[in-house]
């Protein structure tokens, strides 16, 4: 089964589609993890996914399909959650293809929220640097301030949560990546989440999403 989140940055996607994966035992490909990693080696490509990271720019697509290519290669035979992967109609092209001998994509899921609360949630955002768990000083604080309640991890903020940068990002969102929405809902295949409720109850609604897709399949 192949399923990808879509929302804009700080709609809670990453959080969702982790805990889904780890709980559906699923591949998780975070593309901005995945590129993060690759932005802290110290190469030609390194620093230039960092500089496109850092202004709120998006990777090119070649970069992109290598990255999703060598994924899929070693998470041959499972059932993956794609976040942050496909934010390009020309990056949806590259998933078809990739996806086009096992059966393409099952679901698109769009994890719904305005404007006005991604701004909020991304200027109060902290996030762990061992285990990517992610805190908002207003509505979700880490207990000890700066570190993380899971692993004791140290807590940072993102260089690209900047307001230049979180407007940017929004940008790209709602100009490049909404026609992607628009193309997995006349394909027929989007599922459109509210994002704006509490977290628990947002992750029940998702897994009896994918659930039912499963009970379909059989
Ligand atoms: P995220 O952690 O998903 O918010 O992604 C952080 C940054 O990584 C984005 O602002 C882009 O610079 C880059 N990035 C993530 N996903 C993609 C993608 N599918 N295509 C190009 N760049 C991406």
Request: glycine share 8%.
């Given at each position: 089964?192949?399923?990808?989140?879509?929302?804009?940055?700080?709609?809670?996607?990453?959080?969702?589609?982790?805990?889904?994966?780890?709980?559906?035992?699923?591949?998780?490909?975070?593309?901005?993890?995945?590129?993060?990693?690759?932005?802290?080696?110290?190469?030609a490509l390194g620093r230039r996914i960092a500089d496109k990271i850092a202004?709120?720019?998006?990777?090119?697509?070649?970069?992109?399909?290598?990255?999703?290519?060598?994924?899929?290669?070693?998470?041959?035979?499972?059932?993956?959650?794609?976040?942050?992967?496909?934010?390009?109609?020309?990056?949806?092209?590259?998933?078809?293809?990739?996806?086009?001998?096992?059966?393409?994509?099952?679901?698109?899921?769009?994890?719904?929220?305005?404007?006005?609360?991604?701004?909020?949630?991304?200027?109060?955002?902290?996030?762990?640097?061992?285990?990517?768990?992610?805190?908002?000083?207003?509505?979700?604080?880490?207990?000890?301030?700066?570190?993380?309640?899971?692993?004791?991890?140290?807590?940072?903020?993102?260089?690209?949560?900047?307001?230049?940068?979180?407007?940017?990002?929004?940008?790209?969102?709602?100009?490049?990546?909404?026609?992607?929405?628009?193309?997995?809902?006349?394909?027929?295949?989007?599922?459109?989440?509210?994002?704006e409720r509490v977290i628990d109850e947002i992750f029940r609604d998702l897994?009896?999403?994918?659930?039912?897709?499963?009970?379909?399949?059989?």
């Amino acid at each position: 089964m192949y399923i990808v989140f879509i929302g804009p940055p700080g709609s809670g996607k990453g959080t969702q589609a982790r805990c889904l994966a780890k709980d559906l035992d699923m591949a998780y490909f975070a593309a901005g993890d995945q590129l993060r990693y690759l932005a802290k080696q110290d190469t030609a490509l390194g620093r230039r996914i960092a500089d496109k990271i850092a202004a709120g720019e998006l990777v090119a697509d070649e970069t992109m399909e290598e990255v999703i290519a060598a994924f899929l290669e070693n998470n041959k035979g499972k059932s993956v959650i794609f976040d942050g992967f496909p934010r390009l109609s020309s990056q949806a092209d590259i998933l078809k293809r990739k996806l086009a001998d096992e059966g393409g994509l099952d679901l698109a899921i769009f994890l719904d929220v305005s404007r006005e609360e991604v701004i909020r949630r991304l200027s109060a955002r902290v996030i762990c640097q061992d285990c990517g768990a992610v805190y908002n000083k207003n509505t979700n604080p880490p207990q000890e301030e700066g570190q993380c309640d899971k692993c004791g991890g140290q807590l940072y903020q993102r260089t690209d949560e900047t307001p230049a940068a979180i407007e940017k990002r929004l940008d790209n969102f709602y100009n490049k990546t909404m026609p992607v929405v628009k193309l997995y809902c006349r394909q027929g295949i989007l599922k459109k989440v509210d994002g704006e409720r509490v977290i628990d109850e947002i992750f029940r609604d998702l897994k009896k999403l994918i659930s039912s897709l499963d009970t379909e399949a059989d």
